[in-house]
T-cell receptor, first 114, second 113 residues
Framework: EAQVTQNPRYLITVTGKKLTVTCSQN?????MSWYRQDPGLGLRQIYY???????DKGDVPEGYKVSRKEKRNFPLILESPSPNQTSLYFC?????????????FGPGTRLTVL | AQSVTQLGSHVSVSEGALVLLRCNYS??????LFWYVQYPNQGLQLLLK??????LVKGINGFEAEFKKSETSFHLTKPSAHMSDAAEYFC???????????FGSGTKLNVKP
């Protein structure tokens, strides 16, 4: 089954404790992206990757890191989480956005930083 | 810079009534525009997209949207609401850099029996 998976689905942590949210897709997509969803703000793009070893900042990259060492995986790293990073996070993948290709979304990771 | 604005964070309609969700865009280049739907506790899925091939775009589940350049709008409609349409709907647009993507703030649709 074609899908984007994220782990963990739920995470409660404390300020400053490094964490990684994993994202994996099995569709051989070149493009992957991370978003955060906050009430009243919709989804905002954190980082995206056009291909292996090619990443760039979205609209809200502060406090986040990403890496793309393999085509299928695109982990999101919070080196020192803070309470304002409490949010619902979505990973998405696509063949590429230049041709208006659909993005496929994972189920989301709900993160709470205390 | 690209952006989208959704008017109305909550819309409530009766089952069988017309659904109209509003989206206006701002774009410095001919836009690709999208509507995504998010059902409770799920990720987003594509409803429909505009890529300049036709101004009236039909999507899944009976939804359609019309691109109006003069009004910079891309409103989503469905002639007859169903209880299963209750969800949050997001309008979205590419950035000038096609790798960037911008979502509106979302509209929650409530369908009353």
């Amino acid at each position: 089954e074609a899908q984007v998976t994220q782990n963990p689905r739920y995470l409660i942590t404390v300020t400053g404790k490094k964490l990684t949210v994993t994202c994996s897709q099995n569709m051989n997509h070149e493009y992957m992206s991370w978003y955060r969803q906050d009430p009243g703000l919709g989804l905002r793009q954190i980082y995206y990757s056009m291909n292996v070893e090619v990443t760039d900042k979205g609209d809200v990259p502060e406090g986040y890191k990403v890496s793309r060492k393999e085509k299928r995986n695109f982990p999101l790293i919070l080196e020192s989480p803070s309470p304002n990073q409490t949010s619902l996070y979505f990973c998405a993948s696509s063949l590429g956005l230049a041709m208006a290709n659909e993005q496929f979304f994972g189920p989301g990771t709900r993160l709470t930083v205390l | 810079a690209q952006s989208v604005t959704q008017l109305g964070s909550h819309v409530s309609v009766s089952e069988g009534a017309l659904v109209l969700l509003r989206c206006n865009y701002s774009s410095s280049v001919p836009p690709y525009l999208f509507w995504y739907v998010q059902y409770p506790n799920q990720g987003l899925q594509l409803l429909l997209k505009y890529t300049s091939a036709a101004t009236l775009v039909k999507g899944i589940n009976g939804f359609e949207a019309e691109f109006k350049k003069s009004e910079t709008s891309f409103h989503l409609t469905k002639p007859s609401a169903h209880m299963s349409d209750a969800a949050e709907y997001f309008c979205a647009v590419h950035g000038d850099n096609f790798n960037k993507f911008y979502f509106g703030s979302g509209t929650k649709l409530n369908v009353k029996p």
